[in-house]
C-alpha cells in the first residue's frame, strides 16, 4: 500500500511534507554548488557521494519550516531542551544507486537526533519510502521533516528512469550545552 503525502498535512505519525520550500533556482543552484565538492563515489552500500556544509543560505526557510512542524505538532514544543541544526548534507546518487536499506537517523553515535529533514533537489518518479508503506514522492523543492527515530524507518527508492538525484538534508538535535 504506497501513497504519497499531501503538502502541509498533519499525520499521525509527525511527518510533515511541504511543496516550494525552495524555488527551482534554488534548487538548481545548491547542485551546481555542491555537486564538485562531493567526495568521491567510492561504491559504500549507500551509494551516495555526500558533502557536509555548515553554509545555509536558507537558513530563515528552515527557522519557518521548525515553527510549522512545533506549531503542527503542538507536543513537540514540549521537550526539555531546545533543537539546533548540527548537520547539513548535499546527497548526490548517481542512476542505479539509491539507498537501499530501511534506517532511522537516531542511533548510538548520532543520539542527539531530535528530527530529519529531506530537500528534493531533482524530480523523480519515486522517493523516500517508509517501512510503513507510505512514500513521500522526489519533487523538486519540496521538503519532508519527520522524526529522527525506529518509529520512522525509511529508504529510497530506486529511480526508474535512471538519472542522478540531488538531496539536501540534515538534523535537528538537542544542544549539548543547554543543560
Same mark, same amino acid.
Given at each position: 500500500m504506497?501513497? /504519497?503525502?499531501?503538502? =502541509?498535512?498533519?499525520h ?7 511543496? +516550494? &520550500?525552495?524555488? !527551482? +533556482?534554488?534548487?538548481? *543552484?545548491?547542485? *551546481?554548488?555542491y555537486?564538485?565538492?562531493?567526495? @568521491? &563515489? ?12 555548515? !553554509? %545555509?543560505? #536558507?537558513?530563515d526557510?528552515? =527557522?519557518?519550516? %521548525? /515553527? ?18 548540527? *548537520?547539513?548534507? #548535499? ?7 539509491? &539507498?537501499?536499506?530501511?534506517?532511522? *537517523? ?5 543520539? =542527539? ?11 523523480? +518518479?519515486?522517493?523516500? @519510502? ?5 512514500? %513521500? ?23 526508474? /528512469? !535512471? ?8 538534523? &535537528?538535535?538537542y ?5
Amino acid at each position: 500500500m504506497s501513497s /504519497d503525502y499531501q503538502t =502541509k498535512k498533519k499525520h499521525k505519525d509527525f511527518t510533515l511534507v511541504q511543496d +516550494n &520550500f525552495l524555488s !527551482n +533556482n534554488e534548487c538548481d *543552484e545548491l547542485v *551546481e554548488k555542491y555537486k564538485n565538492l562531493t567526495s @568521491e &563515489f567510492d561504491n559504500n552500500k549507500y551509494g551516495y557521494s555526500s558533502y557536509f556544509t555548515n !553554509n %545555509i543560505t #536558507f537558513s530563515d526557510q528552515l =527557522k519557518t519550516l %521548525i /515553527d510549522t512542524y512545533t506549531k503542527t505538532f503542538k507536543e513537540s514544543a514540549l521537550t526539555p531542551y531546545p533543537w539546533v541544526l548540527k *548537520e547539513l548534507r #548535499f546527497k548526490w546518487f548517481k542512476p542505479g544507486n539509491w &539507498f537501499k536499506d530501511f534506517h532511522c *537517523e537516531h542511533g548510538y553515535d548520532n543520539n =542527539k537526533r531530535v528530527l530529519n529533514f529531506m530537500i528534493y533537489l531533482s524530480d523523480h +518518479n519515486c522517493g523516500t @519510502e517508509f517501512y510503513t508503506g507510505e512514500v %513521500i514522492k522526489s519533487i523538486k523543492g519540496r521538503v519532508a521533516m519527520f522524526p529522527a527515530y525506529f518509529t520512522h524507518l525509511h529508504r529510497g527508492q530506486q529511480c526508474p /528512469d !535512471n538519472h542522478d538525484r540531488y538531496i539536501m538534508g540534515g538534523y &535537528f538535535n538537542y544542544e549539548d550545552n543547554q543543560r
